[in-house]
């Protein structure tokens, strides 16, 4: 369906990179039905010719580029060609990206590094310098350039894309800056769309959504946003995110004691299972009030909880793929304990399959579980539970998890560090 025409860009040449997919693709199609002649770049020639199509159909001037932004011997050469085609570029847009979802700084590879590096910013740099030389000798152009919520709050999980999409707002500045001793005008556009306290609310409201993502996902709310100009951000309580790194350090089977200790101190009979052939499930509890403790309820109405621990890294997100699987071997397991000879839980007592883990899910998975009513929890709001509860002396006292292997290595508070035996001591 055609989009609103908002403004006309009849007679003006588009450049999108990566614009053969995605984002990129949006942005292409949008500027052809505001008139635009558009050109697209990307790496892949099947997936450009396919978007080329749709562009042709629209019925503006259009061209497929064949290029990746990382080949720097490439780009001008493509530029030209998009000029010789379709004339002079009046519109860049620097749109090809990548990620690394290394989970840290500790974790990611250089190579990786330097490769979002090169696509997300280098490239940027690259190309912009390119077009603008271009846009400078007939005093007209846009250069737009894809930023992020991390160009202003990075993300500890994607280092290089955080730090790339923090650079992009400084190269907006250093080339305005350069740009305005040729053209007075370079930077009035953004001006009149962009500003401090704008863009303020608009991360508060990024910021607010998330909040109710929480509250539907069961998950701590450790800030909240007043509704002053600007907003302010203000932390609930103070965490102690020492408390998560332990959880993700200690031995798998630790982590089902802490879950079951966790249930425990809801009230409920709590155990891991010791099992091997159970599916996959950790740990189970019986006896979980599920009204206020101080009412009565019959005892046969009280809560049976079924459930899988993951301990996984920062970063190691859960699939939705893992999670069907738990559904499926928890309601199995929850049939074979209502169906056990002289079992105390009848058939209908009321049922939650929990699934806690020390990373966090996958997009697609947090759909999943809400779908179906899975009682899940990050890592984050496992540690805000542990803590409110007591145990953080009890988990402080397990032993880290030590892993060896043919290269004699042992894993000891958080490092590798080289391993001997007692022959060898």
Not at 40 to 54: A, C, F, P, T
Request: aromatic share 6%.
């Amino acid at each position: 369906m055609k989009s609103p025409a908002l403004f006309d860009l009849t007679g003006r040449v588009a450049v999108v990179t990566g614009g053969n997919g995605g984002i990129g693709r949006g942005i292409a199609l949008g500027l052809a039905e505001a008139g635009a002649a558009v050109a697209v770049l990307g790496r892949n020639d099947e997936k450009n010719q396919r978007v080329l199509s749709e562009l042709q159909a629209i019925g503006v001037p259009s061209v497929a580029v064949k290029v990746d932004v990382t080949n720097r011997a490439g780009l001008a050469p493509a530029l030209n060609k998009v000029e010789s085609e379709l004339g002079p570029i009046g519109i860049l847009v620097n749109n090809a990206g990548n990620v690394s979802l290394s989970g840290g700084v500790l974790n990611e590879k250089s190579e990786d590094w330097d490769n979002v590096i090169e696509t997300q910013l280098n490239a940027v740099f690259l190309l912009s310098k390119l077009a603008a030389k271009s846009m400078l000798s007939h005093k007209s152009g846009k250069i737009i350039n894809i930023g992020s919520m991390y160009s202003f709050f990075g993300s500890g999980l994607v280092p290089s894309y955080s730090a790339a999409k923090g650079a992009i707002v400084q190269l907006r500045t250093v080339a305005i800056t350069a740009l305005q001793k040729q053209w007075p005008q370079s930077d009035q556009f953004i001006e009149e769309f962009i500003d401090e306290e704008g863009r303020l609310h608009y991360i508060a409201e990024h910021l607010r959504n998330d909040l109710s993502d929480r509250v539907i996902d069961g998950k701590v709310k450790d800030f909240e946003i007043d509704d002053e100009s600007p907003p302010y951000v203000r932390r609930l309580f103070p965490r102690r995110p020492t408390l998560l790194d332990k959880l993700r350090r200690i031995a798998p089977v630790n982590f089902e004691r802490v879950c079951a200790k966790i249930l425990e101190s809801l009230g409920a009979d709590a155990a891991t299972t010791q099992q091997t052939n159970d599916g996959g499930i950790d740990f189970t509890a019986t006896k979980l009030k599920i009204i206020h403790p101080s009412l009565p309820m019959p005892a046969s109405c009280h809560g049976v909880v079924i459930g899988q621990a993951k301990r996984y890294k920062e970063g190691a997100a859960i699939s939705e793929t893992k999670l069907r699987e738990f559904v499926g071997a928890s309601v199995l397991k929850r049939h074979r304990m209502a169906s056990a000879t002289e079992s105390s839980i009848p058939p209908l007592m009321p049922t939650l399959f929990a699934f806690w883990t020390t990373s966090d899910l996958e997009r697609n998975a947090k759909i999943y579980a809400r779908s179906v009513g899975l009682w899940y929890m990050d890592g984050t709001t496992l540690a805000a539970y542990a803590q409110e509860l007591g145990l953080s002396e009890f988990i402080d006292s397990l032993p880290d998890l030590v892993v060896r292997s043919d290269k004699c290595l042992s894993f000891e508070l958080g490092r590798f560090v080289p391993y001997q035996n007692s022959s060898q001591a």
